[in-house]
């Protein structure tokens, strides 16, 4: 695919070439991935000013955004991606791969710089979501900071740089600048930005509030290395955005899913034009189930396969930084272990199923609202409670699609609305998103994707 970029994304690409840390606080949806991947590029193979690059990214993205994106343009897909994930020898094995871009999560950035010590190979590190490391008593900040004078070049990816106010800036600053525009140490710069809020009985300090004119002063100090922008600032941008995040299936949920879908294809009949509507869309349900996490037996009792998605998802609600979000999920096994999952995350959540509900989300006293498609596609106004939708699981009916998307892109919505999906790799997954990308005749669609599927399970067999 040919990537044009928009004049903000040219201008992105150019401050990471003319900045050699830079914090790049862009909102979800506004391509931040494919803006750093030309940069690379750029960077690599044009002025030959980097070597080897380290991507730091939350687990699922890891797995699979940074592989597929490089992969999806033709400009970067000459890139090549090694993911260290997986086992200690794997991570190894993937460390001593020729690569361009080597991605790791962020739970083993520790185990990262204690593996090569003095040796450290990176001279440019890219943090996706880099409030990840906010906190400047956590181990990943420490073992990162105390390397960073080996590390030429730094980029920082993230939507929300302070979802809980100011001070989540200094780490991430510290990261780019050693301390050279916040301060040296967060003591120096609590006590210079903000003062005691609230004391307990005894005295001590147990919060901090940020001193008038605090914002002001933060922002001008760190505007020359850090770009903020919303996707509401632009727009060129079309109403809509849509956002595609790969899921990929471990190893024992993968052979699950094959072995399933091999399984039931060999019980449909030979010939294809025998195939009902009826089998068809069987498979496909239960198909699609498995690529959520879990499948009902004929007894209607659910089996869990696997967490895959449900850890993209958290991942995904993670990285909006308290943003709240529309999520529409598929099967009622679906809705279960969303709320289980959500269950300790401090979030306001509710299932979408009154006019209270549906009040209390625009008034902006709900994080979640959880719903199906089918029972609130129509008729509900919830624009002014969000502009985030997740599909946790998908759907093929194209005007359900789009019509629950209305929820929130519709008259009086004042930011661009943004829509993500998430898909689990090889899957029907991505059969039914080439079908809601087609628009029309997904019917016709569904059928010939599914027989070139049974033809190709056939001939392997």
């Not at 003591?187 to 605090?214: H, N």
Request: aromatic fraction near 8%.
């Amino acid at each position: 695919m040919e990537f044009r970029p928009h004049s903000y994304q040219r201008y992105c690409i150019n401050k990471i070439l003319e900045t050699k840390k830079l914090g790049l606080f862009l909102d979800m949806g506004l391509g931040k991935t494919v803006t750093t991947l030309t940069a690379v590029k750029e960077l690599k193979y044009n002025r030959f000013q980097v070597c080897k690059v380290l991507v730091i990214a939350p687990k699922k993205v890891a797995e699979g955004t940074w592989t597929k994106e490089a992969a999806k343009w033709d400009h970067t897909k000459m890139l090549r991606v090694s993911p260290v994930l997986g086992s200690q020898a794997k991570r190894i094995r993937a460390l001593n791969t020729p690569a361009d871009l080597y991605v790791i999560n962020r739970e083993n950035v520790c185990w990262l710089v204690d593996y090569y010590r003095n040796a450290w190979p990176f001279d440019m590190v890219v943090i996706d979501e880099s409030s990840s490391f906010k906190s400047h008593s956590a181990k990943r900040f420490k073992a990162l900071a105390g390397i960073s004078s080996r590390i030429s070049r730094m980029v920082e990816l993230t939507g929300t740089p302070s979802p809980n106010g100011l001070a989540d800036l200094w780490s991430q600053v510290y990261l780019l600048d050693g301390g050279e525009r916040l301060g040296k140490r967060y003591s120096q710069f609590r006590e210079r930005y903000f003062q005691p809020d609230k004391r307990g009985a005894d005295g001590m300090v147990y919060s901090y509030e940020a001193k008038p004119g605090t914002e002001e002063s933060i922002l001008a100090k760190i505007s020359d290395i850090c770009i903020s922008m919303k996707a509401e600032d632009y727009l060129e941008l079309p109403d809509l955005t849509y956002h595609e995040i790969p899921v990929e299936l471990d190893k024992k949920s993968w052979k699950a899913y094959q072995d399933l879908e091999r399984k039931m294809i060999l019980e449909l009949p030979e010939d294809d034009e025998l195939i009902s509507v009826t089998s068809a869309a069987a498979l496909s349900n239960k198909l699609l189930q498995l690529a959520n996490g879990a499948v009902y037996d004929e007894d209607r009792q659910v089996h869990e396969v696997h967490d895959c998605k449900i850890e993209a998802f958290l991942e995904l609600v993670e990285s909006l930084q308290g943003k709240p979000v529309l999520v529409f999920y598929n099967y009622q096994h679906d809705r279960e272990r969303i709320l289980k999952a959500l269950a300790k995350s401090g979030l306001g959540i509710r299932e979408l199923k009154t006019t209270q509900d549906e009040d209390d989300w625009n008034a902006g006293r709900i994080d979640i609202l959880l719903t199906h498609p089918a029972s609130s596609a129509y008729g509900l106004n919830l624009q002014q409670g969000g502009n985030h939708v997740i599909w946790f699981g998908l759907t093929w009916n194209y005007e359900l699609y789009t019509q629950a998307n209305k929820r929130l892109h519709r008259q009086g919505q004042v930011n661009k609305v943004i829509i993500h999906h998430l898909v689990s790799t090889g899957t029907r997954d991505e059969d039914v998103m080439a079908a809601l990308r087609r628009k029309d005749d997904v019917q016709n669609w569904v059928m010939e994707s599914l027989k070139a599927r049974i033809r190709r399970i056939r001939d392997g067999h």
